[in-house]
């Protein structure tokens, strides 16, 4: 399992896909709630003057020199829902990150969210 603090080293580095084919660059990581431990990461993409940011899971997730290698497609993973590069993934948006890459959504006992930004 990546490690919180080593991956914050890794920020602004290539995020890439299981081909090697470049997706963006790493923004933040996001933990899940229950565990804290890293679920997803938000990587920018987009062209200078239309970047937005785009959730990919770190299940799997190989850290290199220079990049970290995820376990999805980079055409999957820039069709994932988006926010834009000082925007905030809404609560009631987090379902339909899950459900993009076909993974099962769990809130807290109480409806906590999901993910937090580290």
Same mark, same amino acid.
């Not at 080593?6 to 933040?28: F, S, T, Y």
């Not at 987009?46 to 785009?54: D, E, F, I, K």
């Not at 994932?80 to 076909?102: K, N, Q, R, S, W």
């Given at each position: 399992?990546?490690?919180?603090? %080593?991956? +914050?080293?890794?920020? @602004?580095? @290539?995020v890439? #896909? !299981?081909?090697?084919h470049k997706?963006g660059?790493l923004?933040?990581?996001y933990? #899940?709630t229950?565990?804290d /431990?890293p679920?997803?990461a938000?990587v920018?993409i987009?062209? $200078?003057t +239309?970047?937005?940011l785009?959730? &990919? !899971?770190l299940d799997?997730?190989?850290?290199g020199?220079?990049?970290v290698?995820?376990?999805? #497609?980079k055409?999957? &993973?820039k069709?994932?829902?988006?926010?834009?590069?000082d %925007?905030?993934? !809404?609560a /009631? %948006?987090? $379902?339909?990150?899950?459900?993009?890459?076909?993974?099962?959504?769990r !809130?807290g006992? @109480?409806?906590?969210?999901?993910?937090? +930004?580290?």
């Amino acid at each position: 399992m990546i490690q919180i603090a %080593d991956i +914050r080293e890794w920020r @602004n580095h @290539n995020v890439v #896909d !299981p081909g090697g084919h470049k997706i963006g660059a790493l923004e933040a990581i996001y933990v #899940d709630t229950s565990t804290d /431990e890293p679920a997803m990461a938000t990587v920018q993409i987009g062209l $200078p003057t +239309r970047q937005r940011l785009v959730f &990919v !899971p770190l299940d799997g997730a190989v850290v290199g020199p220079g990049y970290v290698k995820v376990g999805y #497609d980079k055409a999957l &993973v820039k069709k994932c829902p988006a926010i834009g590069t000082d %925007d905030v993934l !809404p609560a /009631e %948006d987090e $379902p339909a990150v899950f459900a993009h890459y076909g993974l099962t959504y769990r !809130p807290g006992a @109480n409806g906590e969210r999901q993910l937090a +930004r580290r």
